[in-house]
Structures are given as structure tokens and as C-alpha cells.
T-cell receptor, first 106, second 113 residues
Framework: DAKTTQPTSMDCAEGRAANLPCNHSTISGNEYVYWYRQIHSQGPQYIIHGLKNNETNEMASLIITEDRKSSTLILPHATLRDTAVYYCIVIPDMRFGAGTRLTVKP | DSGVTQTPKHLITATGQRVTLRCSPRSGDLSVYWYQQSLDQGLQFLIQYYNGEERAKGNILERFSAQQFPDLHSELNLSSLELGDSALYFC????????????FGPGTRLTVL
């Protein structure tokens, strides 16, 4: 089983922020939290990663709780093209869970 | 475009056959990873190579094997194919450290009839 658990699906209105949660309560001190997304059957696309601190890049923000047992991926202004399956994984564990299917609606 | 290339894009074969999938990593990356994604399933890590040596093993069947060549490209060999081996096979590459970002290729869709 994967080290992460995520909701199966979520909806978000276009233009609003999408907040995707992930639990990783057994994460080790040297393991990173990575987020990828997969659109249809394309290769997973890297989004963002972090160890302890919150991170932001041009695609998203990553908020990691102080105890590192959970995190939230934030897409600040979701668009229809953000509809995808989002995977939260712990590296170097490399066990992907089922991910969250995010549907952005007009 | 991640910079990782995989060939072929599609492969159709029969049960009992053997196929080889090829992956070229991003320029400068030393690690190659192989993943399997069956229909409507998540990604299953199969195996990782680093600079020609096997570094980590996941849920890889004994009928499957992989190698990484001196030019760093990698091949995944699947033999005695079964219907259940039909899946998308993704290759990813990363740098030196186990925690470096993995960049995925477009995948090879294998159909076993």
C-alpha cells in the first residue's frame, strides 16, 4: 500500500482555488512529498515538492503541516485544463496511490 | 515535453510473446525508473537503475527484466506475455539523488491479445 491517502475525487469551479489534501502520517524524516498530475493517459507531470517548508512555483503552492503528516496542494486559479488525476507521493518510497481525480467545472 | 523519450508508442502482440520497451532519459540524468499502469489503476513502480546498476526494485514480475546501458538508455524486457500485462508502461528519469525529481516520458501502450 502507498504511504499516502487522498480523496478519490473533487470538484472545483473554474477560476477558484483548488485545495487537494494528502495524508502521509508515516513519512520519514528524509522523505520528500511530491505532487504529480496525469491528464488522460499522458505521462505524469511534475508539479511541486517539499520537505518541511511550504513551497510555491508557477504552477502551485504546497503547504506541509508542521508535523509533516499531511499536506495540501493549492492550485490558485483552477482552469478547465487543470482537470486531471493528482498524485501525492513520498519519495524515495515511490508507491503511488490512486490519486485524486480533480474536475474543474465552468 | 519532459525530455524523456520512449519507443514504441504502441505495441500489440500475442500471449506468450516477448517485447522490449526502450527509454532515453533526459540529458544529464543518471537514474531511470520503470512504472506500469494497468487500466484505471495507479502507477506501480517496477524498478530503478542508476548509472547502469540496479538501485531499487518494486513489484516487478520475474518474467520482466530491465537494464541500463553505458549511454544511459534503458530497456524493459517483458516475456511470456499474458493478457494481464496489457498496460501503459512509463519510464522516468532523474538526477543523482534518490529524492531528485522524476520526469516521466509519454509511455508505451502495450496490448496483449
Amino acid at each position: 500500500d502507498a504511504k499516502t491517502t487522498q480523496p478519490t475525487s473533487m470538484d472545483c469551479a473554474e477560476g477558484r482555488a483548488a485545495n487537494l489534501p494528502c495524508n502521509h502520517s508515516t513519512i520519514s524524516g528524509n522523505e520528500y512529498v511530491y505532487w504529480y498530475r496525469q491528464i488522460h493517459s499522458q505521462g505524469p507531470q511534475y508539479i511541486i515538492h517539499g520537505l518541511k517548508n511550504n513551497e510555491t512555483n508557477e504552477m502551485a503552492s504546497l503547504i506541509i503541516t508542521e508535523d509533516r503528516k499531511s499536506s495540501t496542494l493549492i492550485l490558485p486559479h483552477a482552469t478547465l485544463r487543470d482537470t486531471a488525476v493528482y498524485y501525492c507521493i513520498v519519495i524515495p518510497d515511490m508507491r503511488f496511490g490512486a490519486g485524486t481525480r480533480l474536475t474543474v467545472k465552468p | 515535453d519532459s525530455g524523456v523519450t520512449q519507443t514504441p508508442k504502441h505495441l500489440i502482440t500475442a500471449t506468450g510473446q516477448r517485447v522490449t520497451l526502450r527509454c532515453s532519459p533526459r540529458s544529464g540524468d543518471l537514474s531511470v525508473y520503470w512504472y506500469q499502469q494497468s487500466l484505471d489503476q495507479g502507477l506501480q513502480f517496477l524498478i530503478q537503475y542508476y548509472n547502469g546498476e540496479e538501485r531499487a526494485k518494486g513489484n516487478i514480475l520475474e518474467r520482466f527484466s530491465a537494464q541500463q546501458f553505458p549511454d544511459l538508455h534503458s530497456e524493459l524486457n517483458l516475456s511470456s506475455l499474458e493478457l494481464g500485462d496489457s498496460a501503459l508502461y512509463f519510464c522516468a528519469s532523474s538526477g543523482r539523488d534518490l529524492t531528485d525529481t522524476q520526469y516521466f516520458g509519454p509511455g508505451t501502450r502495450l496490448t496483449v491479445l
